[in-house]
C-alpha cells in the first residue's frame, strides 16, 4: 500500500490495519511557551497529547482495548531532608501504563529523538522501585509502524 500522506491527513500504520488521523479532528491548544523539545501540544478525544505519535499511539491501545492510562504519576523518591535542607520528592511519569486487571504490567514512553540521561535515571528508578518494564515506543515513518524496545 502506498503512503497517504497529504497535507490534510498523516497515516500511521500499525499491524491491526491504518488509522487516518485528520487535522480537522485536532484542536490546538492555546498557544504557550515552546517546548523545549519543539512538539506541538494536541488536543484530541478531550486530552492534551504532546505529540501526534501520542494520539497514534493512544488510539492503537484503544484498538487493541487495553487497559490503560495516560501520563499517570509514580513517586520515584520520597522527599527528604538533608543537613537542613528540604530535597523535593521525585515523580516519574510515563506516556502510558498499561494493567491487566489492577496490576500494572508495563510503562510506555513515546520518544521522538534520543532518551536524555534524565529520562534514562527516572527510568530506571521506576523499574527498580515498582519491577516494572519500561517500553520506549518510536515510531518509524519507513515501515510506518512503532518500533518497541526496553528502556
Sequence with gaps: ???L???SSRVFRYPTGVIPL???ELVKPAKKKPSKYHNR???YDEIEFDSLAEIAYYKLLRIQKADFKY???FEICPAFKINGKAKRHRVYTPDFTIYEGNELIKAIDIKGMKTTADASLRMN????KYNVPVMIARYDRKTQEFKEKLA
Design 22 to 24: 485528520h487535522k480537522e
Design 71 to 73: 501520563h499517570q504519576s
Design 41 to 43: 501540544k494536541q488536543l
Design 125 to 128: 528508578l521506576f523499574e527498580y
Design 1 to 3: 500500500m502506498h503512503s
Design 5 to 7: 500522506m497529504t497535507q
